[in-house]
């Protein structure tokens, strides 16, 4: 599947679009789509296949399977060339955004203040969890850089995506802060930046500006081993 189409505007509550595939009655390929599906610590989206005849199939899982995203709907009957409309469950979406955007925003301060890899995170519709690889932390400490995180999201920093091809990407400084990660397996990258705060290969969705992002807060940090630290983050608006 070419690059879908949520890559290029992830504000697209909805798009028109057709059957491109139908398995098992209920796992519906479509030639593009602004569904996510889940990946990458982000959550798959839901929302609505509305068929031209005005049948609603509601989606209730989206993953990626050899290269193409297949949505899971909640009833039979679509067919290979039928023309649908997708509607987004926005709210569901837009929280994952901020959400998105905020683990880079943290993480960034946090490789730019200890040199920390991320070693996971996941995000939902509450809460941030993230997961990085730093010897000593307290919560005092660790409060500072969510305290710098907020200022740097208060900024009104433009997120910018865009591609670049593989071997010009790796030359950018500090793309991949995922600790033993290797760089995707693609000719073209798909770049998130956050100018003078993260910059990262990234496929997901995010806000056009850090402003959105709202108030973070930490809701808890737990010890998961030797130099292994989790913090759950919430936005507070």
Same mark, same amino acid.
């Given at each position: 599947?070419k ?9 697209l509550?909805?798009f =028109?679009? %057709?059957?491109k595939?139908?398995?098992n009655?209920?796992?519906? %390929?479509?030639?593009?789509?602004? $569904? ?9 989206d839901?929302? &609505? *296949? #509305? ?8 989606? #209730? ?9 297949s949505?899971?709907?909640d009833?039979?009957? *679509? ?23 905020a683990?880079?925003i ?6 730019? +203040?200890t040199?920390a890899?991320?070693?996971?995170? +996941? $995000?939902s519709?509450?809460? *941030?969890?993230? =997961? ?5 932390? =307290?919560?005092?400490?660790? +409060?500072?850089? /969510?305290?710098?995180?907020? &200022?740097?999201?208060? &900024? ?5 995506a865009y ?10 400084p ?13 000719? /073209?990258?798909? $770049? %998130?930046?956050i ?22 807060? $930490?809701?808890?940090?737990e010890? &998961?081993?030797?130099n ?5 983050? %919430? /936005?507070? =608006?």
């Open positions: 599947m690059n879908p189409k949520y890559m290029y505007d992830s504000y509550k909805e =028109d679009t %057709v059957v595939s139908v398995n009655d209920k796992f519906i %390929v479509l030639e593009d789509t602004i $569904i996510y599906p889940t990946s990458g610590g982000q959550p798959h839901t929302g &609505k *296949l #509305i068929r031209k005849d005005g049948e609603i199939f509601n989606v #209730i899982f989206a993953g990626k399977f050899n290269g193409e995203i949505n899971e709907v009833k039979p009957g *679509l067919k290979v060339r039928d023309s649908v409309k997708i509607v987004l469950d926005w709210d569901r979406r837009y929280k994952h955004m901020r959400y998105h955007t683990a880079h943290i993480s960034g301060v946090l490789h730019e +203040q040199g890899l991320i070693t996971g995170n +996941q $995000i519709e509450e809460k *941030l969890r993230i =997961d990085f690889n730093l010897d000593n932390f =307290d919560r005092e400490e660790l +409060q500072k850089y /969510i305290d710098i995180s907020n &200022k740097e999201a208060e &900024k009104d920093i433009e997120v910018k591609f670049k091809p593989k071997e010009e990407a790796m030359k950018l500090g793309l991949i802060k995922l600790a033993n990660t290797a760089p995707p397996d693609l000719d /073209i990258l798909r $770049i %998130v930046e100018p003078g705060v993260d910059l990262c290969a990234d496929g997901g969705t995010h806000v056009h500006s850090t402003k959105e992002v709202g108030k973070l807060e $930490i809701l808890k940090i010890n &998961k081993g030797k292994n630290r989790r913090m759950y983050v %919430v /936005i507070s =608006d």
